[in-house]
């Protein structure tokens, strides 16, 4: 995985436009569906960064009305966060 694209998708889930952050979340949830031994170690190694912008990702979300949150962005969200707590080898990193 090229970090210089992770690091864009990082980006833009911080400070993006809705549509922009769905698509980061889409591009994170394919490199952990993948099967790729490289796209695994390189999320063990970026785990804390990850795991930092989900957080504010997350404070983003809970300080809005939820009137405001659009309900397809989070529920992929939801979706994400809970495909990277079931990775064993990502959570022993964290």
Known sequence: MEEGLFEKCLELLRRG???GKLDALLFIQDVISSEN????EFLETNAGTLLSVLQTVLSNLLSKP???VPIKFLLYFLDLVHKLVTIKSFLKVC
């Open 17 to 19: 436009s809705i549509a």
């Open 37 to 40: 031994q490289g796209n695994k």
């Open 66 to 68: 939820s009137s405001k």
